[in-house]
């Protein structure tokens, strides 16, 4: 059964660094999102792409995030310039062969700690 | 706004018994659809069940259902046979089709444990 992956399964970083998470969605799907999750508290939407563009963005999704799908295959969000509170898991999720609304299917996720 | 309640913080179930865990959710679309994800302590996100609003049938997916009921805006989910391995936080999501947007909706989750 086609799943999302995504790496790397733990990222540490220094505050100020950049990162990178990565994904790869399910292949036939149209439809990319990431959600955020800091430890004990509920999943957060932070951004939707579709058709090779942003379609919705969070408040949290601000000028340090950014997302990209640079081949048929993955899809990345970085951080340019990591805090403290971006210590989270973030998961991937896919979704939608036409229209959005559909069941979206979450990667494992990536723990990222910032010291 | 959409906004998705979980009444419940935490909840026990003695193993094999049944457990009905709730969900009440706002909105004022006719369009939209319900999830039930569960998370294990690996933090991954599974899906459980799904419901589309537009449908009066009750989701089942083996041990799994839901009671969906629209006019109250409820959507509890209801584990049969509970295992040990249903120990999780369960978290009960809203999508919607308005103006584009399709982002998950989630509430604060629920977690289960399940006592041998």
């Known amino acids: 059964e086609p799943e999302v992956t995504q790496t790397p399964s733990h990222q540490v970083t220094q505050m100020g660094q950049e990162v990178i998470l990565r994904c790869v969605p399910i292949?036939?799907?149209?439809?990319f999102y990431w959600y955020r999750q800091i430890l004990g508290q509920k999943v957060e939407f932070l951004v939707s792409f579709y058709n090779n563009e942003i379609s919705e963005k969070s408040e949290i999704f601000d000028d340090q995030f950014s997302v990209e799908r640079p081949d048929g295959s993955n899809f990345t969000l970085k951080i340019r310039s990591t805090k403290l509170e971006d210590s989270a898991m973030y998961f991937c999720a896919s979704g939608g062969l036409a229209g959005g609304l559909t069941t979206q299917y979450f990667g494992p996720g990536t723990r990222l700690t910032v010291l | 706004a959409q906004t998705v309640t979980q009444s419940q913080p935490e909840m026990s179930v003695q193993e094999a018994e049944t457990v009905t865990l709730s969900c009440t959710y706002d909105?004022?679309?006719?369009?939209?659809?319900l999830f039930w994800y569960k998370q294990p302590p690996s933090r991954q996100m599974i899906l459980v069940i799904r419901q589309e609003a537009y449908k009066q049938q009750n989701a089942t997916e083996n041990r799994f259902s839901v009671n969906f009921q629209k006019a109250a805006k409820s959507f509890s989910l209801k584990i049969s046979d509970s295992q040990l391995g249903d120990t999780a936080m369960y978290f009960c999501a809203f999508i919607f089709s308005g103006a584009g947007s399709y982002q998950l909706t989630f509430g604060k989750g629920t977690k289960l444990s399940v006592i041998p």
């Open positions: 292949s036939n799907h149209l439809y």
């Open positions: 909105t004022s679309e006719n369009n939209y659809y």
